[in-house]
């Protein structure tokens, strides 16, 4: 069910502002004739900014051979696609508070961005773009329900509890709308591309998707895998053992195995890189 507008104006308060340089990259990532030395030029001016996506690049994320030592480097090396999705999604995360409570819910969305990224590259590594940022936004509606109706989400963490059932299945129930839906509202408003709005929108019901079903299937197999390998927490009281059931039969024993020696050190990594740990 689609998200009311009543909502949105409730909930304005709650939504963090878009950093200005990053409204601005938006703008030039838009423009066709732009340039990498025009991008460049734009990120240099924020140190912090800079420092960050360079420490990310040269993270084991992306397995680079080369050190990048420049942001026209990690435009060249790693795309410009990626480059924009590492300053959005990363602003986005800096943009909310950071308290112990946050810092684990960011763990498990950069858990879910670096296990999605890991599992395209094992399987079909040409649909590995955006699944990062897809994965590092994928819970953001509940991080701001959780937020701004405590008492309401409580009511749905204890009826997914009690009944058993997923937590967009009880925030149905109580809000008649769920943290998915609501993403998707916050992300058009914030300017992020359709095809990532999508794979966050039905990242719970990848069958939906009407677009994307590869990545929208590929960031619902990464979610199960980050809580399977407790990798931080989305604060979802539960874990579907469907879904446990799911990707155990889709990867395998043997790769669950492997993806619990590579993993935890990679999203560490990357946490730190994005100075989200």
């Not at 912090?48 to 994320?61: C, D, E, F, G, W």
């Not at 009826?159 to 109580?174: F, G, H, T």
């Not at 008649?176 to 019901?205: G, N």
Request: aromatic share 6%; proline share 5%; charged share 20%.
């Amino acid at each position: 069910m689609k998200c009311p507008d009543a909502v949105l104006e409730t909930l304005a308060s709650y939504l963090p502002a878009i950093p200005g340089v990053v409204v601005s990259l938006q703008d030039k990532f838009e423009d066709p004739d732009c340039s990498y030395q025009e991008i460049d030029h734009i990120v240099s001016k924020d140190p912090t900014l800079t420092l960050r996506i360079l420490k990310l690049a040269n993270s084991p994320t992306y397995g680079l051979s080369k050190k990048v030592e420049s942001i026209s480097e990690a435009l060249m090396l790693i795309g410009m696609a990626e480059v924009k999705d590492a300053i959005v999604g990363t602003a986005i995360a800096k943009a909310f508070d950071s308290s112990e409570q946050a810092k684990v819910f960011w763990k498990h969305s950069i858990a879910c961005g670096v296990c999605a990224r890991y599992l395209a590259n094992c399987v079909n590594p040409s649909r590995a773009d955006g699944l990062f940022m897809a994965g590092l936004i994928h819970d953001i509606g509940r991080l701001i329900m959780s937020k701004a109706f405590v008492d309401g989400y409580k009511k749905a963490n204890q009826l997914c509890e009690s009944k058993k059932i997923p937590i967009a299945q009880a925030e149905q129930e109580v809000f008649r709308f769920d943290h998915t839906s609501l993403a998707e509202a916050i992300l058009k408003q914030w300017r992020i591309p359709s095809k990532l709005i999508t794979i966050v929108r039905y990242h719970h019901s990848p069958q939906l998707a009407p677009k994307s079903k590869i990545e929208t299937n590929l960031l619902h197999l990464a979610d199960t895998l980050a809580d399977i390998l407790d990798l931080g927490s989305s604060g979802e009281p539960m874990l579907d053992p469907q879904n446990t059931d799911e990707i155990q039969l889709v990867l395998g024993q043997n790769f669950l195995s492997n993806a619990a020696d590579e993993l935890p050190f990679l999203v560490a990594t990357t946490a730190s890189a994005l100075d989200l740990d």
